[in-house]
């Protein structure tokens, strides 16, 4: 107790060396608390965001699809009103030229008998 | 040789005769009129253009299905990727700080430890001298 009370300097500096130590290594855990933090919301932010990628991606897809379908669809109603204006076209072509009608006939090895 | 014989006869080549009206035909069968064989030939002609149609229906729709499904994909190996790369550096970072604050740790207890070690020598020190001036 003599003894502290005439070297009491030695042990205030130690306990305020040792208080300084424990702050500093507080403060330190703390920003390394606050940097892992913010880690973990920019990682829910990527997450978020691929998600979104792949949602935008697959909608994008779907309407090319749709489009291309319905593109097909058209196409080929198209060709079809094609085709049966292009059937009547023929037929009144045939008659038009009844030479036409025994070429074609030929093709199918029906030949005129003579 | 006898059954071939026999069938080749009964069956006669298909042929056609030009007739007008009133003539009498040279053969039995059925007459038509040339809008009956010019339907004929064009309907034979359409069917054949609506098969090759619809054959390119299939295909464009069968192609537009491969193309979804490749689309769907490259959609899915975009997220990943960017997720991959992204976390990635995120955990590398998480890594570095981690690191960095495992490492300390050891030292700031070596540095404690000394700190005390030395405090308690220099105390000791001071009180073994003190006791010997005494």
Wanted: hydrophobic share 40%; with cysteine.
């Amino acid at each position: 107790m003599i003894w502290l009370k005439e070297n009491w300097e030695w042990l205030l500096g130690a306990i305020s060396t040792l208080g300084l130590s424990v702050l500093f290594a507080r403060a330190k855990q703390a920003k390394a608390n606050k940097k892992l933090e913010e880690l973990e919301e920019k990682e829910d932010e990527v997450i978020e965001t691929a998600g979104n990628i792949k949602a935008d991606g697959i909608e994008k897809a779907g309407k090319k699809h749709s489009e291309s379908v319905k593109k097909a669809h058209e196409d080929a109603g198209k060709k079809m009103n094609d085709a049966k204006k292009e059937k009547e076209d023929r037929e009144k072509e045939l008659l038009d030229n009844p030479d036409d009608i025994d070429d074609e006939l030929s093709q199918f090895g029906i030949t005129e008998k003579k | 040789m006898i059954l071939f014989y026999l069938l080749s006869s009964a069956l006669a080549e298909p042929q056609f005769e030009k007739l007008k009206a009133g003539e009498q035909a040279s053969f039995d069968g059925r007459l038509l009129n040339d809008e009956a064989i010019a339907t004929m030939i064009s309907q034979c002609e359409f069917d054949v253009s609506e098969c090759e149609i619809k054959n390119d229906l299939e295909c464009s729709i069968k192609i537009a299905d491969k193309q979804y499904e490749l689309d769907v994909l490259q959609a899915k190996y975009d997220s990943l990727d960017y997720k991959h790369t992204n976390l990635m550096e995120i955990k590398e970072e998480e890594l570095k700080v981690l690191r960095a604050q495992s490492k300390p740790q050891r030292a700031m207890w070596a540095f404690f430890g000394g700190f005390a070690i030395g405090t308690g020598a220099s105390v000791a020190t001071v009180y073994a001298l003190n006791k010997t001036m005494e």
